[in-house]
């Protein structure tokens, strides 16, 4: 069974040319015309409302009609309106395909005499099987997120004739005008059937394609690649706005500063290896900062980059004398060093270690060596610090990691020839994490640090250049094999008269700046800094003296602000107004001769003091009975001065019958402070003697010294910082070993000349010396 349509048209139908567009029987769809082209297409129609659209083939030349496909629509116009913005729209709908005969007219307006086409829609099983193809087909599409209005698919669901079916499906398959244009021109409408199902196949497989790899990538792609997706679309709108790509101009600023960094050629291929890497890396992982970080970290080190050596010794000399009174060897030392250096360019910097008490300026004379050589100045404090990762830095796979102090410190300062201090080395501690101390033994020695390797970097870097100075309190806490890299050097304690003209040249009118008194700075009398240094410190440093010092100017200062009028001259009065009661006393000038009782010298971290070494005896068993915070060395030492005095009591009249059926008690007051060491045997074997024999001991006379069993005195520490003590103290005469006699040249002379030496080999000297 056959039916067809049939269509009566005029001889002329008035003739429409497209060229975005192919119209199709049955759709509707509007023209936008300007307002000339509105009114030529009003005058061109006739009371049939009628018009044929058909597409252009090939644009004309000038003053000729176009090229027009050969099959074109007969539209029916279903409305025309003027837009407000000017212009107008027409609303056409389809109505059938017809063939352009003949052109019958150009001017005003194209006219064609045209014939309908008639299509046969033939009802087959082969035409209901295409049909129903065609809509399970449209369904999937749509299911694969294909849109088509609600509208259009109630209607394909409604049409059973497979013209109109093709012509409708083929609206909504995106197809170049050149298929559409082929589809029109396909009369059979079984072939065109066939023709839209073949294109609309290959776009559910797209679809379906589409789906399987979006699925995929779904379940692939989390977070950084969805950011990474984002970041290219970013990328490739700022490139089509022309605006500059941040990743590419990072990259470039990273690369230039490599090439300029001045690596070596080893480092340089490890540099660009990784930058080769990190280009390939998504910006949004983790690994990309990773990478970032460790180029920055290679590309700011100061491979070549060295500040200049000031090698004038008399400019760095007037540098050192101008911030630092005394310490004549360590200037010397520095000075030493710029000489070699301005006869020999390349050498490597010295290893340093400056020991001495708290407040002797370590730490400050590193700054001033640093301004005198002209190079930057770096201080790391290594006081409490655990672990080993702190000096080699952690291994670049741990979340976090960074490079160890002595890198990041030289990357900061961009230069590879600094003054490098590493401050209180003596309290470097030891757990499970590693031994920091260790660590060192590489930065610390010429011989190595030339090839430093940090975990982190993992590529060498010469230290060689860096002048590493070292500070302590004490040397015995210091391993072995650190101690043997370092020179050291010993800073003890200042005399009164030193610590007089710090106060006079440094301390006072620093205090005066910071405590707003520059504009009328008040004069200390010389009395009323011996008053503060004698009276309220006690200390081998300067610390507590620029504390009393600003303690002062800060109450000068409040009075000031009271209204009261500022105080010219601070004398030794003013001083005890300001500071209060005394807070030492001479212990020794205070106290009278008593039996039992000698004075010692001893060594502490802060400097010297004396110690007082008591002896009593009561019955008992012949026991020894130890007080006073002592050590074992020092316990060990009381046993043998008693061993000693009882092996040779008959010298001193002493009564053997004395020791038996006796405890003697031996205690060494400040019993909170613990005591150690081997240098007061000597005092305690006098004490004993003084004791037993009923003599009186000479408190003006201090002494120092370790025993033996046969009574021989031996060699001590820290000879100076005992006799500045005995000196702040008040005593006239000093005993000490004949082994450190030649120690007496490191006491300032004025010093000396307060003081009696008497230097002794035999115990039994030194207590003729102390017993009345």
């Known amino acids: 069974m056959s039916e067809s349509v049939s269509i009566s048209l005029p001889s002329h139908v008035p003739l429409y040319p497209l060229r975005e567009i192919v119209a199709f029987p049955f759709m509707i769809f509007p023209l936008f015309l300007k307002d000339e082209e509105l009114v030529s297409f009003e005058e061109m129609l006739g009371h049939e409302q009628l018009v044929v659209v058909v597409r252009i083939k090939e644009e004309p030349a000038s003053g000729t009609p176009p090229l027009l496909w050969e099959i074109g629509t007969l539209c029916k116009v279903n409305q025309i309106y003027r837009l407000p913005e000017g212009g107008g729209k027409v609303v056409l709908e389809g109505l059938s395909r017809v063939r352009v005969e003949e052109m019958v007219a150009v001017e005003p307006f194209l006219q064609a005499r045209c014939e309908p086409i008639h299509e046969f829609v033939e009802k087959s099983v082969v035409a209901e099987a295409l049909v129903q193809s065609l809509n399970a087909l449209l369904k999937i599409a749509l299911s694969y997120g294909r849109p088509l209005p609600d509208d259009v698919m109630k209607m394909i669901d409604l049409i059973d004739n497979p013209a109109r079916l093709a012509d409708l499906v083929a609206l909504y398959v995106n197809l170049p005008l050149d298929d559409q244009q082929r589809l029109l021109e396909t009369i059979d409408p079984l072939e065109r059937l066939k023709k839209v199902y073949m294109h609309l196949t290959a776009e559910v497989q797209r679809l379906q394609v589409k789906n399987e790899v979006q699925t995929e990538v779904t379940k692939r792609v989390g977070k950084s690649q969805k950011e990474y997706l984002l970041r290219e679309q970013m990328k490739q709108i700022q490139e089509e706005l022309g605006e500059d790509d941040s990743r590419s101009a990072e990259l470039t600023d990273l690369k230039r500063k490599l090439e300029a960094a001045g690596m070596p050629s080893e480092v340089r291929k490890i540099a660009d290896k990784e930058f080769r890497r990190l280009e390939r890396i998504n910006p949004a992982s983790p690994e990309y900062t990773v990478s970032r970080t460790y180029l920055d970290y290679l590309a700011g080190m100061p491979w070549q980059n060295a500040t200049t050596d000031n090698n004038d010794i008399n400019q760095a000399e007037a540098v050192l004398d101008e911030d630092h009174y005394d310490l004549t060897k360590v200037k010397e030392r520095i000075l030493e060093y710029l000489a070699v250096r301005s006869l020999r360019e390349r050498m490597k910097g010295p290893i340093l270690c400056f020991v001495g008490p708290p407040g002797v300026g370590k730490t400050s004379l590193g700054k001033s060596i640093a301004r005198a050589l ?3 100045f770096i201080r790391v404090s290594l006081g409490g610090m655990r ?23 030289l990357y900061r300062c961009g230069s590879n020839n600094p003054v490098f201090m590493l401050d209180e080395v003596d309290k470097i501690g030891l757990d499970f994490r590693g031994d920091p101390a260790s660590a060192l033994l590489e930065v610390l020695d010429p011989e190595q640090n030339y090839t430093f390797t940090d975990h982190y970097l993992d590529v060498p870097f010469d230290l ?9 309190n004490l040397l015995d806490p210091i391993p072995a094999a650190l101690k043997d890299r370092m020179e050291v050097i010993q800073l003890s304690g200042y005399t009164d008269e030193e610590k007089e003209k710090i106060a006079v040249r440094y301390l006072i009118p620093k205090e005066v700046e910071e405590n707003g008194l520059a504009k009328s700075p008040p004069a200390f009398a010389t009395a009323a800094i011996s008053k503060v240094i004698g009276d309220y410190t006690r200390e081998a440093g300067v610390r507590n003296l620029q504390r009393s010092i600003a303690s002062v100017c800060r109450k000068v200062a409040k009075e000031i602000t009271q209204g009261k009028p500022p105080r010219e001259t601070i004398t030794p009065e003013v001083v005890e107004e300001l500071l209060g009661p005394r807070k030492f006393f001479n212990e020794v000038a205070a106290e009278k001769d008593r039996s039992g009782v000698v004075t010692g010298l001893a060594w502490t971290e802060s400097g010297g003091d004396i110690i007082f070494v008591e002896a009593t005896r009561m019955k008992g ?8 915070s002592l050590g074992d060395v020092m316990k060990e030492s009381a046993r043998a001065a008693l061993s000693f005095v009882r092996a040779n009591a008959v010298e001193w009249g002493i009564d053997e019958a004395a020791f038996e059926g006796t405890d003697l008690h031996i205690h060494v007051p400040a019993g909170a402070i613990p005591k150690d060491g081997p240098s007061a045997g000597v005092t305690m074997a006098t004490a004993i003697v003084s004791l037993l024999a009923g003599r009186l001991a000479r408190r003006d006379v201090a002494m120092t010294g370790e025993i033996s069993l046969t009574g021989r005195v031996l060699a001590i520490g820290g000879l100076k910082e005992k006799v500045l003590a005995a000196r702040r103290a008040g005593v006239k005469k000093v005993v000490a070993p004949s082994r450190n006699r030649e120690n007496l040249e490191e006491i300032p002379e004025e010093v000396r000349n307060e003081l009696e030496f008497v230097f002794v080999d035999d115990v039994r000297e030194a207590i003729a010396m102390a017993l009345q």
């Open 464 to 472: 060689s250049h860096v002048m590493f100075i070292t500070t302590a």
């Open 387 to 409: 672990d080993e990762a702190e000096i080699r830095g952690h291994r670049r796979t741990y979340i976090g990691a960074l490079p160890g102090r002595i890198i990041q410190e």
């Open 621 to 628: 068993k012949g026991e020894l009975i130890l007080t006073g």
């Open 374 to 376: 002209g190079r930057t």
